[in-house]
């Protein structure tokens, strides 16, 4: 049987990650601390077997896999199927906002209803048939081979409950780090496997050049 093994990675922080705000497929860019982040990534998987690179077509993720691209001499693919889930008409609003103005709303959203979705939005089935289908079909094409991704927040988090076999509706208990490494498996028989999930290590540790006062806040 032919494994093929998944490095995926969450996009490094940006400006609206620090403010709450919801992005979606607003394109925003990496900020100064996502960049730091996008770098020690690419320092921590030097040493691991990467035979081709994937990258959502947004900023934040495709700057990110960048940073690996750029020490392996390999090209970012950018996949539109990657992209983080659209929230319509709540993008480029906060949390705090939309709790306010439609309590209603939120508590849709905030309970996983599967086919709610946001004015002009993606509801959660359809996040999860495009994003199963997107990383079946880049596994697809390296059999016995390692691809690394960079995504989005939803887009993992909807990964993690492929790989872990975890309902749509179920809370979310396991971390989603901006610049988190995820390690998976995949076969054309079995679908997803998790290996392990969320390793933060490389973000943790003391580097002369990190901006320490805003790494906490990763």
């Not at 996009?11 to 979606?24: C, L, P, S, V, Y």
């Not at 392996?72 to 906002?97: D, I, S």
């Not at 002009?120 to 094409?141: H, I, K, N, P, Q």
């Not at 509706?169 to 490494?181: K, L, S, T």
Request: no cysteine; charged share 25%; glycine share 8%.
């Amino acid at each position: 049987m032919h494994v093929t093994r998944i490095l995926a990675i969450r996009h490094g922080e940006t400006a609206w990650n620090r403010d709450a705000r919801i992005q979606g497929q607003i394109d925003i860019p990496l900020n100064d601390t996502g960049h730091w982040q996008a770098e020690r990534t690419a320092a921590a998987l030097a040493d691991e077997p990467i035979d081709a690179l994937y990258s959502s077509d947004l900023s934040r993720a495709r700057q990110t896999a960048e940073a690996l691209a750029r020490q392996r001499g390999l090209a970012v693919q950018t996949h539109p199927g990657l992209r983080e889930r659209h929230f319509g008409a709540f993008q480029g609003r906060t949390w705090a906002e939309l709790e306010q103005e439609h309590p209603d709303v939120v508590h849709a959203w905030k309970t996983r209803v599967p086919d709610f979705a946001p004015p002009g939005g993606e509801s959660l089935l359809a996040l999860r048939a495009r994003v199963e289908a997107t990383f079946a079909e880049l596994a697809a094409r390296h059999p016995g081979q390692a691809i690394a991704v960079v995504a989005h927040g939803g887009v993992l988090d909807i990964l993690y409950r492929a790989a872990a076999r975890v309902d749509l509706q179920a809370p979310r208990a396991w971390a989603m780090g901006n610049a988190a490494i995820h390690r998976l498996l995949w076969t054309a028989d079995s679908g997803f496997a998790l290996l392990s999930w969320g390793d933060t290590r490389h973000l943790e540790e003391a580097d002369e050049a990190g901006p320490r006062d805003e790494q906490a806040a990763a």
